[in-house]
Every structure is written in C-alpha cells, then in structure tokens.
C-alpha cells in the first residue's frame, strides 16, 4: 500500500520561502517519478513540478519556473518542494502524488495513482 505524507504548510507573507516535504511508503521509491499538484478554491487541480525517478531531470509549470524548486531524495524515499518568492496566487492546497507506472512521466493529473492528503500553503498580501 503506497502512502504519501506532506508536511511543511503554512501561512506566510508575499515574498517569503517555505519548503514542503513528502514521506513515502509502501514501494520502491526510486523507480517512480513524483510530482507536486496543487488545487486553488474553486479551481481544477493543477500540475506544478515533476521529478524523475533519478532525481536528474525536472520540470516545471510556467507559472512557478523560476520561484519554485522540486528535489528528492531516493535514501529517505522523500520529496521536496522548495518555494521562494511566494505571491498570494499560489494560495493552495499542495498535494505530491506518484503514478502506478515505473520509469514513467506524466504531467496529467488523471495519471498519478497515489495522492498525499495535502498540505495548505495561505500567502499573504
């Protein structure tokens, strides 16, 4: 059973960094690319960054490219999102997810099997 744990949420003021992490369990970590979503009130759930299952490559929406950073770290089976320059429309919920399929990328939400329960992200004029 593949559980995904986000932490790191917060209320912060424009401009300001935090970092988000997500625990993994429940299989082999290193094989699956994970990817950070995240869902605004009243909006669809969009994509924000993806990481291959290496760790080498990334890839980012354009709306965060620039501000926001996506790692991993295959020893601790954990992600991480690091957020700088925060504006007010990244108010969120962010969730990582994973997909079902090994050495594989996607960036449709519809394919990520395994979804974290979300973490709240409140950026402040």
């Known amino acids: 059973q593949v559980q995904l744990v986000e932490s790191g949420g917060g209320l912060v003021q424009a401009g300001d960094s935090l970092t988000l992490s997500c625990a993994a369990s429940?299989?082999?970590?290193?094989?699956?690319?994970m990817a950070w979503f995240r869902q605004a009130p009243g909006k669809e759930r969009e994509f924000v960054a993806v990481?291959?299952?290496?760790?080498?490559?990334?890839r980012y929406a354009d709306s965060v490219r620039g501000r926001f950073t996506i790692s991993r770290d295959n020893g601790q089976n954990a992600l991480y999102l690091q957020m700088n320059s925060l504006k007010p429309e990244d108010t969120a919920i962010y969730y990582c997810?994973?997909?079902?399929?090994?050495?594989?990328?996607?960036?449709?939400?519809?394919?990520?099997?395994?979804w974290g329960q979300g973490t709240q992200v409140t950026v402040s004029s």
């Open positions: 990481i291959w299952w290496t760790g080498g490559t990334t």
């Open positions: 997810a994973a997909p079902n399929v090994e050495y594989y990328i996607t960036y449709n939400r519809n394919e990520y099997a395994f």
């Open positions: 429940g299989r082999t970590f290193n094989r699956y690319a």
